[in-house]
């Protein structure tokens, strides 16, 4: 087996240069500059130019101090014109006429990207830093024909997209650079150099018309942690976030270049890094903070046009995009000047903002628009929608543990086109905060919870006078919201119940999963006209953070998700009094859970699949934190369902659930 020491001397000559390379200041060595749309005087004029080195520092030193913004780094087209809710339903699955699983989406035509895809004959998937191209039907003949592996240290896959001829993998790079690296170091063992890390989010496109000869297109590649991307018809777009060390950069004047001059690579314009200079990128005014924003477009069909690649001071948090438009929402707080309160009165809290920064999309190319703010803080995607040219987003404001005029509440706002507010519903729910939100035409639902769940039905008809009409409390809380049809949703949450705390006042604790379905035909008096429960206090799925983890199909009554459950052995029995804090469960099942579903009979529990093994499930302790075998999607072709883990690929029949075939990665 090769050293350490050894593959460490493999990379030198690689490090050496790329230290090079990130020492170069101002982009003296970049290639041709990317081919950009003419701007809109109007409204890029609005965005200023960093210019100078010494202005971004006096950019930067304004965000020294402050809260900060909040940072992670990680559609149905407008159903304005026809009046009704029925675009999200087509978001939420495929057509009829479709003989497979799509990923479950936000918005319909606006594709994302997801850990497996299929195209009806083959399912691609990314499975311990490769990605495997698996022939899946016929069923009982599902075999491996290709597997695309990365030689690229310190790159891995996390995402993919797939057209009718090209397969996008999306991964994460980072390599660590010693900083001020000189080879006569290493052979001093005591001394140990800063080490510092270069990350980045890589795009690799193939050609995936050869399934047993996959060929590389292309790579676009921008510095910094993925945020998020989209696919719409032929046009990707990607973005990212970089942060600034501020002081690393004032402190290091001689190497600035380094860090200020954010890098991007496209294989069409060459295969070295672009440093963009400081004179091509923009910066918000009203939102500065220590970081850059990458945002950049290619169109498939043009696998030879530059892809357009735009760079601004500023980050994103959460990301929505119809057809036409993209939103990027970052989180701000404005913290008040400090006084002594008064004796017994807590101090005013910072005030929360959402600043919304839209991109206007065109086939391989993206123009930034213009921005808006509203008060509070989103929680997902889905608090924000598009929808006949309006953009609506639900926030929550203030903070739950306060009882006075600093409680919590929860807001929707609609903006016209330029990012004005023009309509708002403020102060819904007080003392709790949003769990979930969305949009469906010219509804709104909303869950919001502090110990029982108020299910809310908004009328957002009239974008300047949006109504309450009507809401149910029931029980637990929703984390996602996906719509059924047009007058029923469903629910994916957590059960609750309610007890007295150690301070003898009422208290909610979660128990196992929920699943609920919402009958909205009477908007005034929504129901809940059928649920089902899973396990026990720690029961938990990906869905209720991923909804790509859904597969929902109404034509085919079915409903699927993985889900971890944790269950109670010895629950107390009548008579016994109950504990003030329910406990928690033992491992028990990790898989799919597969319901029926249709408007009659509600959710029916058909049946559950697991990758897991008795010896698994004998070598599981009390808790379960994961393996190679643990169940991630579900999706199906035809007549038969198929789930992925890492491990395998494991085929049943969709009628009686019984296995096909099981096909070892």
């Not at 081919?35 to 200023?48: D, R, T, Y």
């Not at 994916?492 to 604790?509: L, M, P, R, Y």
Request: hydrophobic residues 35%; glycine residues 6%.
């Amino acid at each position: 087996m090769e050293s350490p020491l050894g593959n460490f001397r493999a990379l030198l000559p690689n490090i050496l240069l790329l230290m090079v390379l990130l020492s170069v200041g101002g982009g003296a060595y970049s290639l041709a500059k990317p081919n950009m749309p003419e701007p809109q005087p109007q409204l890029q004029s609005e965005l200023p130019l960093i210019g100078t080195y010494d202005n971004l520092l006096k950019l930067l030193e304004k965000t020294q101090g402050q809260g900060g913004m909040y940072i992670r780094s990680g559609s149905v087209k407008s159903a304005a014109e026809m009046g009704t809710m029925q675009a999200a339903d087509a978001a939420a699955a495929p057509s009829a006429a479709a003989s497979f699983s799509e990923t479950n989406v936000q918005v319909q035509g606006v594709d994302e990207a997801d850990l497996v895809k299929t195209d009806g004959t083959y399912i691609y998937q990314v499975s311990k830093e490769r990605v495997f191209v698996i022939k899946a039907q016929p069923a009982d003949r599902m075999e491996k024909v290709s597997t695309i592996q990365f030689n690229d240290l310190g790159f891995k896959p996390v995402d993919l997209y797939l057209d009718n001829e090209n397969l996008i993998v999306i991964g994460t790079y980072s390599q660590e650079i010693p900083e001020n690296f000189a080879a006569d170091k290493m052979l001093r063992p005591q001394i140990y150099p800063p080490i510092r890390s270069f990350q980045s989010t890589r795009a690799i496109i193939y050609n995936i018309k050869d399934k047993s000869q996959i060929t590389k297109i292309r790579e676009l590649e921008l510095e910094g942690s993925y945020l998020s991307s989209r696919k719409v018809d032929s046009s990707f777009y990607l973005l990212t976030n970089k942060y600034l060390d501020y002081y690393y950069i004032q402190n290091s004047k001689e190497s600035y270049s380094k860090e200020i001059n954010p890098l991007w690579r496209d294989t069409v314009q060459g295969e070295g890094f672009v440093a963009e200079k400081l004179d091509n990128i923009r910066y918000f005014p009203d939102c500065i903070t220590p970081n850059y924003l990458m945002v950049a477009a290619l169109d498939l069909k043009a696998p030879e046009q530059k892809a357009d690649i735009h760079t601004y001071l500023g980050s994103g948090d959460q990301v929505y995009a119809s057809q036409q438009n993209l939103y990027v929402a970052v989180q701000n707080y404005n913290y008040p000047a400090q006084t002594v309160p008064d004796r017994g009165i807590v101090s005013q809290p910072p005030e929360s903002n959402t600043k919304i920064y839209k991109f206007a999309l065109q086939p391989g190319k993206v123009q930034y628009y213009g921005a808006g703010t509203v008060p509070g803080r989103i929680l997902n995607q889905f608090s924000m929608d598009e929808n006949g040219g309006y953009f609506r987003i639900a926030t929550t404001s203030g903070e739950m543990w306060r009882n006075d005029q600093y409680t919590s509440q929860n807001n929707v706002y609609i903006l016209d086109q330029d990012l004005q507010i023009c309509g708002k519903l403020e102060n819904i729910a007080p003392g709790e905060r949003i769990y979930s939100t969305r949009f469906m035409g010219n509804r709104a639902y909303m869950v919001t919870f502090k110990q029982v769940d108020p299910f809310f039905v908004l009328d957002l008809k009239d974008p300047k006078n949006p109504l309450i009409l009507g809401k149910l409390k029931i029980p637990g809380y929703s984390d996602y919201l996906h719509p059924y049809d047009e007058n029923h949703i469903i629910g994916f949450g957590k059960d609750t119940v309610e007890t007295k705390g150690w301070n003898g006042q009422s208290q909610a604790f979660y128990q196992g999963m929920k699943i609920a379905v919402f009958d909205v035909a009477d908007v005034t008096r929504p129901a809940e006209m059928s649920r089902a429960l899973i396990g026990d206090r720690g029961t938990d799925s990906e869905l209720l953070r991923n909804h790509k983890a859904l597969l929902f199909s109404p034509e085919k009554n079915l409903l699927a998700f993985p889900v971890t459950v944790m269950e109670v052995e010895n629950q107390a029995v009548a008579g016994q009094p109950e504990k003030t804090i329910p406990e928690y469960g033992r491992f028990s099942f990790q898989g799919i859970y597969i319901y029926n579903i249709d408007l009659k009979n509600g959710l029916q529990f058909k049946g559950r699949i697991s990758h897991l093994d008795p010896n698994d499930y004998l070598k599981a302790g009390d808790a379960w934190y994961g393996t190679d075998k643990s169940i991630d999607r579900a999706l199906y072709i035809d007549d038969i369902l198929y789930t992925t883990s890492p491990a395998m690929i494991k085929a049943n029949y969709l009628d009686n659930l019984q296995e096909v075939k099981t096909l070892l990665l």
